[in-house]
């Protein structure tokens, strides 16, 4: 093997150990790639169910500019849900059991390893227009059939706080693959209106998986210099 193809191999070998593996990310640039449980979420009539870089946009009622300008990190889609009446003034709020606003599709993992479950969050407002304190989105996780720590809000609104991110970790048991469910338990439109932008699973990196690769590189550089002193 040339000298070039050594290197190549020994390149190899790091790479994959240090490979990061992420078992499901939903960044929503694919647009409407999961489900929810109740129409309610994904009907746009009702400001839910958005993809979207900015809650300025003609899609979105007027009333929302400049509530959520920019996504995760600065740039990127997000979901954004703004939790208009239910079924009118008369019947508002969202029932007791519909409020699973996103349902990822199955995807692969892993048996007896452990996942960081992750996700950003913001609130649109959290004062009316009248300065009344308003209600903000009270999500948590559902993997596997089990519920994840808490339900979680964000402080403040995006204008005062940004996005932030919450995680979790579960252990994927004897399963080779998994579900990600996240609840909204905030059951009044009168405020509840949120953004949530990329979506994670992923097992950390263990610590001495970049050092086994390097091991290998150099197993894989030491045979050659054998192989050519034998040569010699």
Known sequence: MSQLGYLVVALMAIGIAKASPVAYIEDFNNGIDFTVNDPYWLDNNRTNGFITTTTCTGAIPAGFCGDIVSGAGGSGNFLFDGTDYYNGPGDPNIPAGQNEFFISPTFSVDPNTNYTVSFFLTNANTIGECGTCLAVASVQPEIDGALLGSPVSAVGDWSSNGWQQFTYSWNSGSNT??????????????????????????????????????????????RRKCAERLHW
């Open 177 to 222: 693959s998994a579900q990600l469910i996240l609840h909204d338990y905030t059951s009044t439109p009168f405020g509840n209106d949120f953004g949530v932008a990329d979506i994670t699973v992923a097992s950390p990196e263990p610590a001495g998986a970049a050092f086994c690769g390097l091991g290998l590189a150099i197993v894989v550089l030491s």
